[in-house]
């Protein structure tokens, strides 16, 4: 007679030796323990690792851990240049124990298999070569390039950032992904004085502004809520492409890239590739501040016409101040699902489309009424590669396809990652 010996469910805090299997979306690697997926944080695939338990996950699904001690290193392990990260530290990075290199091969393998899984596409077979992570210019070696920080406040006036999926706040004196700008300021002093005129605040904005092509980034602090409720400075960006420096206005608190070379590098990716003529019709779908409508709007020139949708009202009344330099352009401050169902029942056509949508994606009616405007080419510039996999899927259902794809590490230590699609009629050729 055999006896079975039944294991106790595991519980966060409890320790296991796994090995770890490939990244997943979302900053952690898959690894298995009698029979249970655990997604591990801090650890690197192909590693023998010990793994707690920190969270059970949703209905038990799935366990959540972080790698506290490395039996078999990965050769990509490195020493990370912060030390505030690791586990149970501060939550904002997830690679700064991977080799920069490493980092952006996990990151394309990330999109490659979100593509597989969610849109059923190969990649390789569909472009011809593997994917591949490309380097922003603007950081040193994958740090110092956030030029937006919201420090947290506690209670008690101290100053830190949010541990991973907590609201725990890490009292950190450092961060060094912040952009050196950020650095500099004053926001780390911890003296008694410094705690007390904080008091009331939930938390610091310092941003690194660039107030035009060449100048010294400057840092504008402000608080929030700001002790007099304040409204967040309006503050300036510029984009130089070629000959053109465009300058935009914006919120302190609006939706502007944060590494420091990417506002320029997806504007060229994105005129380039929609490569807009004379007289087109263009649109820029969850437009923020114009960036994208401002370059296509000289494409088009004086006889074509650019319809720039954005739904927050502040960042679509400072996009209309960025194009009013120029007839051919307008600001719709409304919602994209709305504006794009609108112009497919009057039977409107667009000649080329960017959309930037936030993290969920565009969703299938977008999609849909985006095609029936019989767009020649769509340009999809997406933070999330398993939105822009779902979308994908969506737009080969109403006749368009891939043809060319660059991911970008636009968010170095971090699991984020930009990708810039671009999409043609079935049939379309490609060059
Ligand atoms: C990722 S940002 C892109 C902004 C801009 N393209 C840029 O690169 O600076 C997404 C923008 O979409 C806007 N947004 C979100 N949902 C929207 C909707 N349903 N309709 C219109 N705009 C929306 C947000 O306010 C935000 O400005």
Known sequence: MSTTIEQAPLQVGDRVEVEVGPVAHGGHCVARHEGRVLFVRHAIPGEQVIAEITD????????????????????????????????GRCGGC??????????????????????SRLAKIDLVELLGAEVVCEAVPGDDAGLGWRTRVEFAVSPEGMVGLRQHRSHEIVPV?????????????????????ARKQRSGIEAIDVIATQAGVGVQRTP???????????????????????????????????????HPGAA?????????????????????????VGLFARGLSEAVGRDGRVLAVEADRAAGGHGAQNLSSTRQATMRRDKVDRVVAGLRRSNESADVIVLDPPRVGA?????????????????????DPAALARDTAYLKDVGYVLQKLRVFDAFPMTHHVECIALFAPVGHTGD
Not at 94 to 115: P, S
Not at 173 to 193: F, G, K, L, Y
């Open 220 to 258: 504008e602090v402000f608080s929030v809520p700001a002790p007099e409720q304040q409204r967040p400075p309006v503050v300036k960006e510029s984009v130089a492409i070629e000959d053109n420096t465009w300058a935009f206005q914006l919120s302190a608190r609006g939706f502007w890239q944060v």
């Open 56 to 87: 059970l996950g949703p209905k038990g699904r799935f366990l959540r851990a972080d790698a506290v001690q490395v039996v078999e290193p990965s050769e990509h392990r490195i020493q990370p240049a912060c030390p505030w990260s690791g586990p």
């Open 264 to 288: 320029t590098t997806f504007s060229q990716t994105v005129l380039s590739w929609l490569d807009a003529r004379p007289g087109e019709s263009a649109l820029d779908l969850y437009a923020g």
């Open 94 to 115: 997830d690679f700064q124990h991977v080799d920069l290199g490493h980092q952006r091969q996990l990151k394309a393998q990330v999109v490659a298999e979100q593509f």
């Open 363 to 383: 969703g299938k009616q977008v999609v849909g009424d985006m095609a029936a405007l019989k767009p020649r080419a769509i340009a999809y510039v997406a933070c």
């Open 173 to 193: 004196d450092t961060c060094r992904i912040a952009h050196p700008a950020v650095q500099a300021n004053s926001v780390w002093s911890d003296t008694d004085e």
